[in-house]
């Protein structure tokens, strides 16, 4: 693989296309604004699925499948949510094609197969499945109910980018119900911080935890606990999201249970979900000039081997003077890929998997099996060193320990050197012109005042942060009275 | 819970609705023809993905995935596969909805968010598929591509069945691209066999495995090469299906690459999948009076615990008792659930777990810890026995074996008892009728005698036997020679 990848300083936006298709993640499909999500890329995925899926189940949830398609009479039920995702939808109205006499070998629709009401593809799904917890619970005893679903879901995007905005993308979203507000309020928050560790200890992608402003919270939602990263352009990406539904939902479609007393009341809700952005907010993270950087947790092979040989004869040498080395891997777990093809040629090999991200290499050369010798290549710092054969598998389990610990730092300082606090608006102005990152700033609370600073400056509220580490001030609009900083950034 | 499950002899169909759904697999939904699968269910259908996404990959298959729409003009490429879907489609036809003013609250479709042109979910994702590989296959070096995809399709079915036929489904589809012609029908047959293990060694599921007759083949594909079950009516179930689609999807879509000799040729193709409709097939099989039977391999929890107590001092003496051994099943990886709800009483839940087929339950109650022992009771057999405690985790471990053995025993012995030779029409006619079953019998291989069954008896082809284990023979209705007899029945 050639080195063409544009800068990051370059062009951020064009850096970050021309990756995602140079990494074989995904590319555009011949579908408006769907994508395709190719293997290598689809293998991330599923490292990021399993490991969330087992945090899910050890804190008691349970997977289902609810349908596909919501009725327009559901959807419309909760009209803010309704209101949130009217603009967005793909809807069906027909359920069968015929032949176009006209154009022989062409269908066209069947305007006698309309169907009767409308069916909205979700958007999300609390409307389908709320009308089904209606019919599961009646009691106290039936809750809570904690499910979480993996699926697909179609929002109509005007401007798509792959993973961070498509038309279509594959997300898990989790829907509770409980007896009490404190209880859904409880989940809410676990559900955030189960984000949190998921994004920092496995993606190695630091994130801010707080709280949304109510302009930016979901529709339908009383709050909107939420997870903030930032991408190397100063840019935010919200990584996850957490919801206290109230009782909106069970309103809406009234779903009462006889609690403790006997009495009936209303069931509290929450709802909360991750999507295929996370590949986004991967790649941005930690993605340098020559293509993706990946954590090893992360990694569908974590160590490629790269045998440099002329002849099948070589090969052949070199394939058993691995054998070894690769029987300990196995044997500790560490996954990897020994490139076999005699079609390309090393130089081309290297850059590939550089591309890829891989987070080591492997090279083996007639050179090595004389000095009994291996070279050992480390993605993240693009270092190389020559280790002594016996050394190789506790190296490489060192290592991948160590990249998985390096790229999280460096993502951290980065980070950390990128919240700045603001005096007033002016240096607030000043900073997101010139620097980006999160602006720490007070806030009056009102959304004349975020409005305001949005239209000005491109800046949203990020989060109002969990962790209070400030002093209560003034308004940097309104001068009005401002318990705590909140976090402005503008933002994916 | 309640026994009030019909008798399969009463009504076979309705002990199947009401099986399905007081098991806790699945409930239909407010959409037509879309099922909610509850999270009992789908831990079933999760522990069948997990074990088939191994088998791909231990065979080389990468999961990825493709967008939900096919654009109506590349629905409409490969003519056969078009047709065969176009009377089951649904249709997005619009993008947007908006407020209905007329209905303050309601929405209505917003006729100026028409799509240019129509988009059509799923039904299958050869087209699309086709489309993509287009652009990855140039040279014999790209070959083969082998890809399965698990996903949501759409099919609008007018009757349907909890997961037997529903209008949305799951499943896995394999789209693998090859050099030869040779290579794409290995892979057909190989993934074929693959399902047959799969379903007779997983499910316990007994299965013919063949391929199908033209009139029955998948839309599109030259051969199509099934595993076919017999379910406890005497009604055959297609379980799986593996399609050697030739080079019908490649010309469609104009993919050639350049071959060894540098010239260009279109690429050999194969499709294959299985759904949730194996769910179906799993409660047909195994399911009895009591409701569901599971294989252990399959079973969300292998053993359920039921503590006999009447207060919480006694119960927790129980779980103090039962302590020693389930941490002797987690081990084993033997997995199990305690029943600890004071809410119902033992009896109720025997016939709960009994219900959902739970393939061991252990009673404990104040006796067993007098006499040092355990109740077990096993599901299969409904048999059930004291044990002393010390034994209970190995007599537990080969119970697991003999009852996964004994349901396929069990099944297996129904499926011969019910392959009947018919040597002529009335002998056909009169099996169909009074027994119902497989029946092998000679056919003359043209369409025109197919369609003459059919009618008058609703048997079909299920398929063409791979194994011939029986003579040359002439056709039971025009008399006409015939190489191998070919299995009959009637199906779901």
Chains 1, 2 share one sequence.
């Not at 206290?244 to 779903?255: H, P, S, T």
């Not at 050369?365 to 693009?382: C, L, P, V």
């Not at 980006?436 to 975020?450: K, L, N, P, R, Y």
Request: with cysteine; charged share 30%.
């Amino acid at each position: 693989m050639s080195k063409k990848l544009t800068n990051r300083k370059t062009d951020y936006s064009k850096w970050y296309n021309e990756l995602v298709v140079k990494a074989d993640l995904a590319e555009n499909s011949s579908v408006r604004g769907c994508m395709v999500i190719k293997p290598y890329g689809f293998a991330i995925w599923e490292k990021m699925k399993s490991q969330l899926d087992k945090m899910f189940k050890d804190t008691g949830h349970q997977n289902a499948y609810f349908p596909l398609f919501v009725p327009k009479s559901l959807f419309e039920a909760e009209e803010k949510n309704a209101e949130g995702f009217a603009k967005e939808c793909a809807v069906v109205t027909h359920y069968r094609l015929k032949n176009d006499v006209k154009n022989p070998g062409k269908l066209k629709v069947d305007e006698e197969a309309k169907l009767e009401e409308e069916l909205i593809v979700r958007p999300t799904s609390e409307a389908i499945i709320w009308k089904t917890y209606k019919n599961w619970i009646q009691s106290y005893r039936d809750l809570p109910i904690l499910i979480n679903q993996w699926a697909n879901v179609v929002r109509w995007e005007m401007r798509t980018r792959l993973f961070l905005r498509t038309s279509e993308f594959l997300w898990q979203e989790g829907h509770t119900a409980h007896e009490t507000k404190a209880e859904a309020l409880d989940e809410a928050m676990m559900i955030n911080n189960i984000y949190a560790d998921f994004s920092e200890n496995f993606l190695c992608i630091p994130v801010i935890k707080g709280s949304k402003s109510d302009s930016e919270k979901f529709a339908g939602a009383e709050e909107t606990y939420c997870i903030e990263a930032l991408m190397q352009d100063g840019k935010a990406l919200q990584a996850g999201t957490s919801h206290f539904l109230g009782q909106n939902f069970a309103k809406a479609f009234d779903v009462q249970y006889a609690n403790r007393d006997g009495k009936l009341d209303y069931v509290w809700a929450t709802s909360w979900g991750v999507s295929t952005r996370l590949m986004g907010a991967l790649v941005m993270t930690h993605g340098d000039d020559n293509g993706l950087v990946l954590p090893p947790d992360l990694a569908p092979y974590q160590v490629v081997f790269i045998p440099i040989f002329k002849s099948p004869a070589d090969l052949e040498k070199i394939i058993n003077y691995i054998e070894p080395t690769i029987q300990e891997f196995s044997k500790n777990n560490i996954s990897f890929h020994i490139d076999k093809r005699d079609s390309f040629k090393p130089g081309f090999k290297f850059n590939e998997y550089e591309m890829k991200g891989v987070p080591i290499r492997i090279a083996v050369g007639q050179k090595d099996i004389e000095n009994s010798t291996m070279e050992i290549f480390r993605r993240d710092k693009m270092e190389k060193k020559t280790i002594e054969l016996g050394t190789v598998s506790s190296k490489v389990e060192e290592l991948l320990i160590d990249i998985q610990k390096n790229i999280f730092s460096k993502a951290l300082k980065f980070r950390n050197d990128n919240i700045r606090q603001a005096e007033n608006y002016e240096d607030f102005k000043n900073i997101i012109e010139t620097h980006g990152g999160f602006v720490s700033a007070h806030w009056d609370g009102t959304i004349e005042t975020e409005d305001k600073i949005k239209k000005e400056t491109k800046a949203t509220i990020r989060c109002i942060p969990f962790e209070k580490s400030s002093e209560p001030g003034n308004c940097m609009i309104s001068g009005k009275l401002s318990k705590q900083r909140v976090i402005f950034a503008k933002a994916y």
